[in-house]
């Protein structure tokens, strides 16, 4: 639970019994889904968090805890405890009466472990449009991502063992030994009397490969939740196949400002606010400017110069020659 919203997660329950013969690879399945499902619902959070670049916030501000209560709260505010002339990024609730426009005339900060913190200098801000937490939303495409990312996994699975055989209760041990010998890539070799062999049937499934299908799926999935967030997908209008006309790139592009602004318009806005109360901030999104670290390819590119003396794209082109 953060800042008093909590979003439920799939519900895995296990108990000691069920840990013990044929239920145990069910579970060890089960909480595998709920990894798989906790890994793209912490990528997305992570997104989210680093989104925003705050240049100018006081020195007693934490911008991650101010980001951590405007993703998980939907709202956040900054203010001056009563007694003190620094200035706090913190949770809230509103005390008193609403105004017209139904926001807060009066709140009430709310820190770690719910302190409560009285102010009478304050300014506040949501976190989108609707003034409500994304969580909900990164819950839905987390469990959709999960789902998309298991069903290409079974269906990789399948390729090996597209099998189903029957056989007596007395042959599930040899079985189960000989399909790990076969995920495993190794030979596996069963003596059987001839009427044994009578018992065993093996039906072939003849699963079709589908991995190219579901991993597109994935992507388009993945940057639908990315665009939730306000952030536009790797590679945009270049991942389209077919040719776009004019309007149709025009839209898109609006599309995606559209829905960076509803995110990053209200925190805009609120450092407007902040410069009544002589607090200069400015607020924008992260790019790799604010990466303080050379990727590989940069320092790659970096050595082919020092080594060459020139650009590399000339270089390339007198090699090609």
Same mark, same amino acid.
């Given at each position: 639970?953060?800042?008093?919203?909590?979003?439920?997660?799939?519900?895995?329950?296990?108990?000691?019994?069920?840990?013990?013969?044929?239920?145990?690879?069910?579970?060890?399945?089960?909480?595998?889904?709920?990894?798989?499902?906790?890994?793209?619902?912490?990528?997305?959070?992570?997104?989210?968090?680093?989104?925003?670049?705050?240049?100018?916030?006081?020195?007693?501000?934490?911008?991650?805890?101010?980001? *951590?209560?405007?993703?998980?709260?939907?709202?956040?505010?900054?203010?001056?405890? @009563?007694?003190? &002339? =620094?200035?706090? #990024?913190?949770?809230?609730?509103?005390?008193?009466?609403?105004?017209?426009?139904?926001?807060?005339?009066?709140?009430?900060?709310?820190?770690?472990?719910?302190?409560?913190?009285?102010?009478?200098?304050?300014?506040?801000?949501?976190?989108?449009?609707?003034?409500?937490?994304?969580?909900?939303?990164?819950?839905?495409?987390?469990?959709?991502?999960?789902?998309?990312?298991?069903?290409?996994?079974?269906?990789?699975?399948?390729?090996?063992?597209?099998?189903?055989?029957?056989?007596?209760?007395?042959?599930?041990?040899?079985?189960?030994?000989?399909?790990?010998?076969?995920?495993?890539?190794?030979?596996?070799?069963?003596?059987?009397?001839?009427?044994?062999?009578?018992?065993?049937?093996?039906?072939?499934? *003849?699963?079709?490969?589908?991995?190219?299908?579901?991993?597109?799926?994935?992507? @388009?999935?993945? &940057? =639908?939740?990315? #665009?939730?967030?306000?952030?536009?997908?790797?590679?945009?209008?270049?991942?389209?196949?077919?040719?776009?006309?004019?309007?149709?790139?025009?839209?898109?592009?609006?599309?995606?400002?559209?829905?960076?602004?509803?995110?990053?318009?209200?925190?805009?806005?609120?450092?407007?606010?902040?410069?009544?109360?002589?607090?200069?901030?400015?607020?924008?999104?992260?790019?790799?400017?604010?990466?303080?670290?050379?990727?590989?390819?940069?320092?790659?590119?970096?050595?082919?110069?020092?080594?060459?003396?020139?650009?590399?794209?000339?270089?390339?082109?007198?090699?090609?020659?």
């Amino acid at each position: 639970m953060a800042g008093g919203y909590k979003v439920r997660p799939p519900i895995f329950i296990i108990r000691r019994k069920e840990m013990i013969g044929s239920n145990f690879e069910d579970t060890l399945m089960l909480i595998d889904n709920q990894r798989i499902y906790q890994y793209y619902k912490g990528r997305l959070i992570n997104l989210a968090l680093a989104q925003f670049i705050w240049d100018g916030m006081p020195e007693t501000c934490d911008r991650l805890y101010f980001e *951590k209560q405007l993703l998980f709260t939907g709202k956040a505010a900054m203010l001056k405890p @009563i007694g003190s &002339d =620094e200035w706090l #990024s913190l949770g809230y609730v509103s005390e008193g009466k609403l105004n017209v426009y139904g926001y807060p005339t009066k709140i009430k900060g709310v820190g770690f472990n719910n302190a409560n913190i009285p102010t009478e200098e304050w300014e506040f801000l949501y976190d989108n449009m609707t003034k409500q937490s994304l969580l909900e939303g990164i819950d839905l495409y987390s469990k959709l991502l999960a789902e998309i990312h298991a069903t290409f996994r079974c269906n990789v699975q399948k390729q090996n063992t597209p099998y189903v055989v029957t056989g007596s209760k007395y042959q599930e041990l040899s079985f189960k030994n000989i399909f790990l010998k076969i995920f495993g890539h190794a030979p596996y070799l069963m003596l059987k009397k001839p009427e044994d062999l009578q018992s065993i049937q093996v039906l072939d499934l *003849k699963v079709p490969f589908q991995g190219k299908e579901l991993l597109e799926t994935l992507k @388009i999935t993945w &940057d =639908e939740a990315i #665009s939730m967030l306000g952030i536009a997908p790797a590679g945009g209008l270049n991942d389209k196949k077919e040719r776009l006309i004019t309007d149709e790139v025009q839209m898109a592009r609006e599309e995606n400002i559209i829905a960076r602004n509803a995110r990053e318009l209200n925190r805009k806005q609120f450092c407007e606010k902040m410069a009544r109360h002589g607090v200069n901030m400015t607020v924008r999104m992260a790019t790799m400017e604010d990466v303080d670290y050379d990727l590989p390819d940069d320092m790659a590119q970096a050595e082919i110069k020092r080594a060459y003396g020139g650009d590399t794209d000339a270089q390339g082109g007198e090699e090609n020659e």
